[in-house]
């Protein structure tokens, strides 16, 4: 468990130093790697007091690593935020200040805990300013921060699995053991994303049905939607041309089917993701069962139904918008392709 802890304390400073890489204001990398070290040495006092024992209950609590996989996952969905530096790395300075109070025990704990602030601050102004030698192009930096991220969100997501995966005592079938480890790892693997992944769908379905009631109040006041006026105007602000037109309808009747994937989308997800997350759910409940928890088994039941209901809500909340979308748009079409031919015909007969 250790090595998965030091591993990911070493993906969150390179990601944090690539985060500062990025930034094109050099006052703001100081002053970021001044206040990482001044938490560092004012946490010294609260370290010190903490017993190793105490500090490794934290590696072996189970609640607690699954709500820092949470936090890593939403750390991850916030980097694309220009300034955002991430906060993990306020956790893993802390951590690595509490091994060295436990290692350096002939030092003073004041002088340890500034020396810590001081590496660390020293070491995220080097590794930012190398990144930036090593990797000039700030597309490359982005990708390895990429992946970075990526690497962080699986090493959490892996570490929550050392306590909540049950076996059978006894296989008689060696591989067959391993095989059904592997395959209920990677099951509890992604519990976490597919219920956040479930969480965002359901305030992006909510989003998209109230758009969708703003077009709708719209097409009740102007008799058409709002990509039909573009269009129209789009015809009459050129000379009148059936190639014309006909390539206007075209792209129109894209663009009308990319403002409906977002809808058609939820429909197919939706369900899809409150599947996962029950189908998931429902072994450790058996687990509960099996065992006499009760209570273990009542709380993964409630994540049952609650991924259940919520990806059929966001499945019907697709699949409204979605038909009330595509009967828009469709009326619209022809109604763009009648008012061209009209407008070809006037100009004809004019000429």
């Known amino acids: 468990m250790e090595i998965v802890v030091d591993t ?43 017993s190793k024992p105490q500090a490794e209950g ?7 690593l699954q709500n820092l996989a949470v936090v890593c996952i939403l750390d991850a969905l916030l980097c694309h935020f ?27 704990f004041q002088t340890t805990g500034l020396l810590v602030a001081v590496t660390l601050a020293a070491a995220l ?26 690497l962080i969100c699986l090493t959490c997501l892996v570490a929550t ?57 719209n097409r009740r006041r102007d008799g058409h939607g709002s990509l039909y006026a573009k ?26 089917a990319k403002d409906v994937n977002l809808s058609r989308l939820l429909t197919k997800l939706g369900p899809v993701l409150g599947l996962i997350g029950t189908l998931i759910s429902m072994s450790p409940a058996l687990v509960g069962l099996s065992t006499g928890d009760i209570s273990g088994m009542a709380y993964n039941m409630q994540v049952v139904f609650s991924a259940t209901v919520v990806g059929l809500v966001i499945s019907v909340i697709g699949l409204f918008t979605q038909q009330l979308k595509s009967r828009w748009h469709q009326q619209d079409i022809s109604r763009l392709e009648y008012v061209s031919s009209l407008y070809i015909e006037k100009h004809e007969k004019e000429a």
């Open 8 to 50: 990911l304390i070493l993906l969150v400073i390179l990601q944090t130093a690539l985060r500062l890489s990025q930034w094109s204001d050099k006052r703001l990398w100081l002053a970021y790697c001044i206040a990482i070290g001044a938490a560092v040495w004012l946490a010294t006092d609260y370290a010190a007091g903490l």
């Open 231 to 256: 269009y129209r105007d789009l015809l009459y602000g050129q000379e009148p041309s059936e190639a014309y037109a006909d390539y206007l309808a075209a792209q129109m009747e894209a663009e009308a």
């Open 58 to 64: 934290w590696l072996h609590d189970t609640e607690m």
């Open 161 to 217: 699995q050392q306590t909540v995966m049950v076996y059978p005592a006894t296989h008689q079938n060696i591989i067959m053991e391993y095989i059904s480890k592997a395959l209920f790892g990677i099951a509890n693997i992604l519990l976490i994303p597919d219920v956040i992944m479930l969480i965002l769908f359901f305030i992006r379905s909510l989003i998209l049905l109230a758009t969708t009631s703003m077009q709708y109040a």
């Open 82 to 108: 220009r300034f955002y530096p991430g906060l993990l790395i306020l956790p893993a300075a802390f951590y690595v200040l509490c091994q060295m109070l436990f290692t350096m025990t002939g030092v003073g």
């Open 125 to 150: 102004l080097i590794l930012s300013k190398g990144m930036t030698w090593l990797l000039p192009q700030k597309s490359d930096r982005n990708i390895l921060h990429t992946i970075i991220t990526i």
